[in-house]
């Protein structure tokens, strides 16, 4: 079983960070890639960030550049998304997801997470 369980959605101002989590049951948890999606009402998913398995590679969505960070630690099998400087289109549910790939991609991935609500106000 793959399981991916997001959390640390909610409601912030525009200017305001949030931190997602994600946890995975995926053993062992160095062996897959992770990956950040988003999807807005009407809108197509967007592809937000990704991390190698080790971590030391990242990649990002052209619009979250320079404002997100993507990170993992392996021992607690969580990869998280900081996001900072939130503006009203970061508004979405956000998805975590994961593959065995080794490097960062934006995607298709095997499995994914059921989406945690971020809404920032204008």
């Known amino acids: 079983q793959v399981q991916l369980v997001e959390s640390g959605g909610g409601l912030v101002q525009t200017g305001g960070s949030l931190r997602l989590s994600c946890a995975a049951s995926?053993?062992?948890?160095?062996?897959?890639?992770m990956g950040w999606f988003r999807q807005a009402p009407g809108n197509e998913r967007e592809f937000v960030a990704a991390?190698?398995?080790?971590?030391?590679?990242?990649l990002y969505g052209h619009p979250v550049k320079g404002r997100f960070i993507i990170s993992r630690d392996n021992a607690k099998s969580t990869v998280y998304l900081q996001m900072n400087n939130l503006k009203p289109e970061d508004t979405a549910v956000y998805y975590c997801?994961?593959?065995?790939?080794?490097?960062?991609?934006?995607?298709?991935?095997?499995?994914w997470g059921r989406g945690t609500q971020v809404t920032v106000s204008s």
């Open positions: 997801a994961t593959d065995l790939s080794v490097g960062p991609h934006a995607g298709p991935y095997d499995y």
């Open positions: 991390i190698s398995r080790s971590g030391e590679s990242t």
């Open positions: 995926v053993r062992p948890f160095s062996s897959y890639a």
